[in-house]
C-alpha cells in the first residue's frame, strides 16, 4: 500500500491562495485521475527515448497532501473547474507518449492554457503550511486564479516541458541561472510528475529559456483549447533545474523541496 505523504497543520487557519480564514482542506498534488504509470511502461518510455533512468532509491509515497485551502479554493475552483484540463492534458501526453512503436520529436496535444495554468499555481500554492502573502506576487495571483480574469505578474512565466521520469517533484523557491555568465538568475517553483514538468519563474525582460512557454497564452479565453507543443527529445534532465543546471549553471537554494516516488514493485 503506497501512501501519500501528509503535511496537516491546523484545521482551520488562512487559505493560501485567497486569504481567507475557516476551516481548511487537503490538496492532493498530483490530482487524482492523472495517469500513473507503472515501473515497467517508465522502463518501456526509456528505452524508446534512449533515456537515462534514475537509480531508485527514495522513500516511497504517492504524491503529497497538504491541508492548506479553503473547500472553494480547493473544491469548487481547483478540483471543479482547473484540475479537469490538467488531468486530460496529462492523461492524452501520456498515452500519446506510451502507446506509441516509435517516438516523433515533438507531439502537439490539445489543451486549454488558462485552465492548466490556475491548476499548476493552485497545487503549488497549497505546497505549504501558512503560505498566504509568503511570495511576491501573490494577490495579482490570487485575483487572477479567483476570478478567471487578470494576467500573471509582470515577469512571471509557466514554461512546461516532457517529464518521462516517476518520481514526482515539488520544489519552492529556488534560484538558479542556466549558464554562469548568462547575466540572469531564475526564482523558481518546481512541480513534477509524470510526464510532465511545470515551471513558474521570474525573470528578466528580454530573457528566455529554451522550453515551450504557457503564459504566452495569457490572452486567451477561458475554455479556449489549443494545441500545445511538447518536444519528446532530447530529455530534460530528470533533476533540472531544481538541482541539476549542467556542468556551467548554479544553484542558489532550494529552500522547500519534496521528493516522492513509489516503492519498486517486486517481479511475481
Ligand atoms: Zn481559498
Known amino acids: 500500500m503506497v501512501t501519500p505523504l501528509v503535511f496537516r497543520g491546523a484545521s482551520a487557519g488562512q487559505c ?15 490530482p487524482k485521475g492523472c495517469y500513473r504509470p507503472t515501473a515497467m511502461e517508465v522502463q518501456h518510455l526509456h528505452q524508446a527515448l534512449s533515456a537515462e533512468p534514475l537509480p531508485r532509491k527514495y522513500k516511497t509515497n504517492n504524491g503529497v497532501r497538504f491541508r492548506s485551502l479553503c473547500a472553494h479554493c480547493n473544491n469548487a475552483l481547483l478540483g471543479g473547474l482547473y484540475d479537469p484540463a490538467l488531468i486530460k492534458f496529462s492523461t492524452q501526453v501520456a498515452r500519446l507518449a506510451m502507446f506509441q512503436d516509435s517516438l516523433p520529436r515533438n507531439m ?7 485552465k492548466i495554468m490556475r491548476s499548476i499555481y493552485g497545487h503549488l500554492a497549497a505546497a505549504t503550511v501558512n503560505g498566504y502573502g509568503q511570495w511576491s506576487g501573490y494577490e495579482e495571483l490570487s485575483h487572477w486564479f479567483l476570478s478567471g480574469k487578470g494576467q500573471l505578474p509582470a515577469g512571471l512565466k509557466l514554461y ?9 517533484i515539488i520544489v519552492r523557491g529556488f534560484g538558479f541561472t542556466p549558464m554562469i555568465g548568462s547575466g540572469s538568475i531564475f526564482v523558481g517553483w518546481v512541480m513534477k ?3 510532465l514538468a511545470f515551471l513558474f519563474v521570474n525573470q528578466e525582460e528580454g530573457i528566455a529559456l529554451d522550453l515551450p512557454e504557457m503564459s504566452v497564452y495569457s490572452d486567451l479565453p477561458m475554455d479556449a483549447e489549443i494545441d500545445l507543443h511538447i518536444p519528446l527529445r ?3 534532465h530528470p533533476r533540472w533545474p531544481e538541482s541539476y543546471v549542467g556542468e ?4 542558489l537554494s532550494g529552500n522547500h523541496a519534496m521528493r516522492t516516488i513509489e516503492r519498486p514493485r517486486r517481479f511475481r
Open 234 to 236: 532530447p530529455t530534460t
Open 193 to 195: 510528475f509524470f510526464p
Open 108 to 114: 502537439a496535444i490539445p489543451g486549454q492554457p488558462q
Open 160 to 168: 512546461y516541458w516532457f517529464y518521462p521520469y516517476k518520481p514526482q
Open 16 to 30: 493560501n491562495i485567497c486569504g481567507e480564514f475557516g476551516k481548511l482542506t487537503e490538496d492532493h498534488t498530483p
Open 248 to 251: 556551467h549553471g548554479l544553484i
